[in-house]
């Protein structure tokens, strides 16, 4: 009797570690090529997946069907767009932006985006609930366009904006390390190690960082915006505790 409940026990325990192990398989594999081979994406932003990988940005995010998420400085919507796809009809995409473009605003008309909300506003003043309700924050190669006061003051709103376990992506064009904010205007990258401790010292905890966008032969001394999809570029996860 002991041996078959002790058999019957472990049979049932091995089952859930494999049906977990079989959910974290399917979610680090999870395959975003139907939402970029949309027909409806501009061209000009397929054009950008080689270098951006979207795909495996959001792969290593974590970002999956019914999260609440934001992107921050949305600009026309490159992300904001996949985002919509992704997260599907149970999620939520807030698209954040000083000011709406043209071009964005007539652009999340479309039925398919009915999932998205506009935000405008200075980042600063970042407009986000600040419940603990989203699941997912992103600034992708807009960091270094904000002033460092300005910086601070978002990711204490974004801190405010995410659950707990939540996580704040931060992309960006990587400057010398050690350099600070030398680069931010002159060349538009900014030093990764200044990014951490910025984002740290806000409340958040660095939880990994991915090498999908590095590029090692980037000496960091060029004008990211002069020289476009050259740049090694610094992937960033922070985790709200």
Known sequence: MFNVLS???YTFGLGLILAFAGCAMTRSQQDFSSILADKERPETEKALDSTRKPNEVLAFYGVKSGDKVADIFAARGYYTAI??????????????VPA?????????????FTNVRLVEGPLDKLALPQDGSLDFALIHLNYHDLSPDARIAMNKRILGTLKRGGVYGVVDHSAKEGSGNEAVKTLHRIDKLLVIKEVTGSGFKLAKEGTMLSRPEDKRDF???KERNLSDRFVLAFEKP
């Open 223 to 225: 004008n990211v915006n």
């Open 100 to 112: 709406s473009r043209p071009e964005l605003t007539e652009r999340m008309k479309n039925p398919k």
């Open 7 to 9: 058999q019957r026990v």
């Open 83 to 96: 985002l919509s796809q992704v997260v599907g009809p149970q999620g939520l995409v807030y698209a954040v």
